[in-house]
């Protein structure tokens, strides 16, 4: 038996030459989608027909929506947290600075938040990827769309950037912890979670999160 795998894995048509990713067909001679993002511009793409924001070497694009992201930023006090679903926009949540900070309250305790949209320049130094299923992406769309539209509260404790990735990453279906007073390198090596794994014959030592496996030859 022969599986049709086409581009980026979809399933090819020879009989119309398209290739089918679940929620749309993709034609390669144009380079587009056949039919709009149902994500629409919570995609992050400007063109609701494109492919991966045209940069199908480094994504994809499996049910025709994309996958979601959690991305761990490093630098000041205490890292930072941001999410992307659909294509290439990034989020995170952020004290609003416009706002006076009430030294009363401590340091950006209770204060009013704002979610905004991460420079594209800024690279993150670790990215957790997850597939959900296209209902939880949809949901995961609706939950960034409205977090834009909502007014936040801002709590360095447990309503920060690791609160709102958490909430995230449980719309998505993915085991989260709840956030509260938890640093983002903590939710990152909570969520990269590898099993032990079996030696190959050669010897060499690994570093996998922040355990650290000897292997010898027998």
Not at 3 to 17: C, E, I, Q, S, V
Not at 50 to 66: E, K
Not at 188 to 199: F, H, N, V
Request: aromatic fraction near 12%; proline fraction near 8%; charged fraction near 25%.
């Amino acid at each position: 038996m022969r599986l049709p795998l086409g581009f980026a894995g979809g399933l090819f048509d020879p009989d119309t030459g398209l290739t089918r990713f679940v929620w749309r067909d993709y034609d390669a001679d144009t380079g587009r989608f056949t039919a709009l993002d149902l994500l629409g511009k919570k995609g992050g793409d400007s063109d609701w027909y494109g492919y991966c924001v045209d940069d199908p070497v480094n994504r994809v694009d499996r049910w025709g929506l994309a996958d979601a992201k959690v991305y761990l930023y490093e630098g000041g006090p205490f890292d930072h947290i941001g999410v992307s679903v659909g294509n290439s926009t990034v989020f995170g949540k952020y004290p609003d600075l416009s706002a006076p900070n009430d030294p009363s309250k401590g340091f950006y305790m209770n204060v009013p938040g704002v979610i905004r949209e991460e420079s594209p320049s800024r690279v993150p130094a670790r990215t957790f990827t997850f597939s959900p299923s296209p209902e939880q992406e949809k949901n995961l769309g609706d939950f960034v769309g409205r977090s834009l539209e909502t007014p936040q509260n801002y709590n360095i404790g447990n309503e920060s950037c690791v609160g709102y990735g958490c909430d995230f990453l449980k719309i998505g279906g993915v085991d989260a912890p709840d956030g509260k007073w938890t640093h983002p390198q903590q939710l990152m090596d909570y969520l990269e979670r590898i099993p032990p794994i079996e030696a190959p014959s050669d010897g060499f030592s690994v570093n996998l999160n922040t355990e650290k496996y000897e292997v010898k030859n027998d």
